[in-house]
Nanobody
Framework: QVQLVESGGGLVQAGGSLRLSCVASGRAFSNYVMGWFRQAAGKARDFVATVRWSDSSTAYADSVKGRFTISRDNVNHTVYLRMNSLKPEDTAVYYC???????????????????WGQGTQVTVSS
């Protein structure tokens, strides 16, 4: 059973930084794709970033390019989302997701992921 546990959310001022972590367990993730999504209150769950575990290929939403960085740590089975230059519009619950990698790339739709964490709240004050 795949388990994903996020942490690292919190309250930060605009312009600040946070690093989210997602610890993955229950499988060997070498052939998985990991993603970060976010959901603001009353809105749909949106793609943020994704990384392919096997070769560290990455993809980002246009809204976070140049500010956010996704990475993975093989030793600790952890995926990170480093968020810099945070804006109030980045406020949301951030979710980690996982799915077995197929031939297509990148995975940017929520329905493409079968495993989800519980989410961590990020609040950016102006």
């Amino acid at each position: 059973q795949v388990q994903l546990v996020e942490s690292g959310g919190g309250l930060v001022q605009a312009g600040g930084s946070l690093r989210l972590s997602c610890v993955a367990s229950g499988r060997a993730f070498s052939n998985y794709v990991m993603g970060w999504f976010r959901q603001a209150a009353g809105k749909a769950r949106d793609f943020v970033a994704t990384v392919r575990w096997s070769d560290s290929s990455t993809a980002y939403a246009d809204s976070v390019k140049g500010r956010f960085t996704i990475s993975r740590d093989n030793v600790n089975h952890t995926v990170y989302l480093r968020m810099n230059s945070l804006k109030p519009e980045d406020t949301a619950v951030y979710y980690c997701a996982a799915e077995s990698a197929g031939s297509r790339w990148p995975y940017v739709k929520a329905y493409e992921y079968g495993y989800w964490g519980q989410g961590t709240q990020v609040t950016v004050s102006s």
